[in-house]
């Protein structure tokens, strides 16, 4: 129910009002003052606030300024007789969200209420919207506990800011997207259009169509003029993922646009001036692509302003088991499923952990939406991970990386002092449990520490 504070220092007023507006389904306060009201304002919550003009100590106008300091988005009507309409103006001028004089009929102030109100929710709706946008691209987001992660965290805290181009290698499935809108929507054009585009997904004559617009007529089909990427992302920032896979004509054309901040459209003569970021990405090594003389060495140096390379997620283990509670969290939601699942088992996190993960954070997280999915009980068991995942774990011990001419009890005791420290790192370097993990007692992973040097 939505609640309507009175504020009018007539004594009856604000009853008569109320009552009007209990009819009509609205809760109400009152308040003789324009104090009283902000006191109310501080212990409430207020969906619209009706006030008179004239009042003595606090006027209307002091009280809208006061309530639009504290919440500049909440509408404020303004109650006034035929001789205050120059204060209502200026009322209007000062944020009211309209003023309507007395005396007034019934149904004009509950139409006035209804529409404010109605305002006021699709204002919240959409704070909130982009609020919860902002914060899932926020750089608490970008997961990972590791070294790695957290150095890429820095750059990009240091990066976003700027308006430098940003250049983002890593193998697919990495999170490349999730870390180029992590930078936009914490830099200063985070409230202008990001605009992404696929380079792989066209072929080379429609992807210059697609970024740089065509004028009717330009070629068989251009039935109207099109807008293209460069100009939608105007103001804002434009993304282009795999890059490496942009023709070399087209990327003669990119470093001119990034040269001259200038594009014209296919079939067109018009210059048009455009404003932008441009952040790239790529599942390829540009530098050995450039050596190979499949990507144009000057759009190299243009595009790598500031690079960051995302490590495959089997170099960085440790932080497989914070992305498998996120996803979890993530497919356990009512929106998602019905499931019971709210963990997942020691042994299951070291198997997931064990994993090559080929195809990365995405592969992993495709494995905990099944395993949820599927999983009858509250908490994932091995039996519960996909086949290949299981039969896949042997392939991270790299048995073939072992130096020749090394000796079994050498290989074992390597073996033996990695899976130790694995076990203490998915644990938090909790001993009961990491010698839980390990299937033996807390005194033996002790010995097995100072062994290895580990207990420091």
């Given at each position: 129910m939505d609640t309507v504070l009175i504020v009018d220092d007539e004594k009856n007023y604000p009853t008569i009002i109320g009552e009007l507006l209990e009819?009509?389904?609205?809760?109400?306060?009152?308040?003789?003052?324009?104090?009283e009201a902000l006191d109310i304002l501080n212990s409430e919550t207020v969906d619209l606030i009706l006030t008179d003009v004239n009042m003595p100590g606090m006027t209307g106008i002091h009280l809208l300024e006061k309530i639009k300091e504290i919440n500049p988005d909440i509408p404020v009507i303004i109650m006034t007789?035929?001789?205050?309409?120059?204060?209502?103006?200026?009322?209007?001028?000062?944020?009211?969200?309209?003023?309507?004089?007395k005396p007034f009929e019934n149904q004009a102030l509950t139409a006035h209420i209804?529409?404010?109100?109605?305002?006021?929710?699709?204002?919240?709706?959409?704070?909130?919207?982009?609020?919860?946008?902002?914060?899932r691209y926020s750089f608490d987001n970008i997961i990972g506990k590791s070294k790695s992660m957290q150095e890429i965290y820095e750059l990009i805290k240091?990066?976003?800011?700027?308006?430098?181009?940003?250049?983002?290698?890593?193998?697919?499935?990495?999170?490349?997207?999730?870390?180029?809108k992590a930078i936009h929507y914490n830099s200063l054009r985070k409230n202008e259009p990001l605009i992404a585009v696929n380079c792989s997904s066209f072929a080379e004559t429609l992807l210059e169509s697609e970024l740089f617009g065509h004028e009717k007529g330009a070629f068989?089909?251009?039935?109207?003029?099109?807008?293209?990427?460069?100009?939608?992302?105007?103001?804002?920032?434009?993304?282009?993922?795999?890059?490496?896979?942009?023709?070399?004509?087209?990327?003669?054309?990119?470093?001119?646009?990034?040269?001259?901040?200038?594009?014209?459209?296919?079939?067109?003569?018009?210059?048009?001036?455009?404003?932008?970021r441009l952040i790239a990405a790529t599942n390829k090594c540009l530098e050995e692509e450039v050596k190979k003389g499949t990507f144009r060495e000057d759009l190299y140096y243009r595009l790598n302003v500031v690079k960051t390379v995302i490590p495959p997620l089997r170099e960085r283990p440790e932080d497989i088991p914070l992305l498998v509670k996120h996803f979890i969290n993530k497919y356990t939601k009512k929106e998602y499923t019905t499931s019971k699942v709210r963990d997942i088992?020691?042994?299951?996190?070291?198997?997931?952990?064990?994993?090559?993960?080929?195809?990365?954070v995405r592969e992993l997280e495709n494995t905990i939406e099944r395993s949820v999915i599927l999983c009858n009980t509250d908490t994932i068991r091995v039996a519960d991970l996909p086949l290949q995942t299981r039969k896949s774990t042997h392939?991270?011990?790299?048995?073939?990386?072992?130096?020749?001419?090394?000796?079994?009890?050498?290989?074992?005791?390597?073996?033996?002092?990695?899976?130790?420290?694995?076990?203490?790192?998915?644990?938090?370097?909790?001993?009961?449990?990491a010698a839980q993990m390990l299937g033996i007692g807390k005194s033996g992973l002790n010995q097995k520490l100072k062994k290895f040097n580990l207990d420091k």
């Open positions: 009819e009509e389904g609205y809760a109400s306060l009152t308040a003789s003052s324009g104090m007789a035929y001789g205050s309409v120059e204060k209502a103006v200026d009322a209007m001028h000062k944020g009211a969200y309209t003023f309507i004089l209804a529409k404010a109100i109605s305002v006021y929710r699709i204002v919240q709706e959409n704070t909130a919207l982009k609020s919860a946008f902002q914060s240091k990066v976003a800011p700027s308006n430098a181009n940003f250049l983002i290698e890593g193998e697919s499935g990495t999170g490349k997207e999730l870390v180029a068989t089909g251009a039935v109207t003029l099109k807008k293209g990427r460069f100009e939608m992302s105007n103001s804002g920032t434009i993304f282009l993922d795999e890059i490496g896979e942009l023709p070399i004509s087209l990327q003669v054309k990119l470093l001119r646009v990034l040269q001259e901040k200038t594009i014209e459209r296919v079939g067109g003569t018009q210059t048009i001036p455009v404003d932008f088992s020691p042994d299951a996190v070291r198997i997931l952990m064990d994993n090559p993960w080929k195809g990365n392939a991270n011990l790299d048995l073939d990386g072992i130096p020749e001419g090394a000796g079994l009890a050498e290989t074992l005791m390597a073996v033996e002092k990695r899976m130790i420290i694995r076990a203490m790192k998915l644990s938090d370097n909790v001993q009961t449990k």
